[in-house]
């Protein structure tokens, strides 16, 4: 089903005004959580690499 551009426009603003957005304080604390989760999974990732790597240096020696 096609609508025209005005209708889709005016119902893209009212679906909008729906929207809760976050506060300053949560975007900063949320976005400090995603940082430090990226953070422990890279360093995890990188410990695990590093190890199997090593495992991997002595079978093929």
Known sequence: MATSPITFLKEVQDELRKVVWPTKDEVIRLTGVVILISLIVGLFLG???????????????
């Open 47 to 61: 410990g695990a690499d590093f190890v199997f790597t090593k495992i991997m240096e002595i079978f093929i020696k």
